[in-house]
């Protein structure tokens, strides 16, 4: 049996947190428990207005790999930031591997 690989993490003001997903996928669930956005990325140079997306308070994005070939290169680490620093706020869970 398979357990679901629920990923949770805390936000830093202004600096980039990794969170390692476990397993590589092509795509990958955020929430963002927050009070605040926080944004997203793949690669450890994106920024808020380069290679991240927004994810506003009380709110989820599906994360999609379609960096390369038919399928889109495998993810296994995502970059999370915000404004300011919570505890537990932020839940990443691997789909798709």
Excluded: H
Excluded at 14 to 19: C, D, L, R, S
Excluded at 21 to 44: E, H, Y
């Amino acid at each position: 049996m398979k357990k679901l690989n629920v990923k949770t993490a805390s936000t830093q003001a202004g600096k980039i947190v990794p969170v390692q997903l476990g397993t590589q996928c092509r795509r990958a669930m955020i929430k963002n428990f927050s009070a605040g956005d926080i944004w997203v990325g793949v690669t450890p140079d994106s920024t808020k207005t380069d290679g991240m997306i927004r994810i506003p308070s009380e709110g989820a994005q599906l994360l999609v790999s379609f960096c390369a070939g038919q399928y889109g290169d495998l993810i296994d680490m995502v970059y999370v930031m915000a404004d300011a620093a919570e505890e537990n706020c932020v839940e990443v869970q691997a789909l798709e591997w």
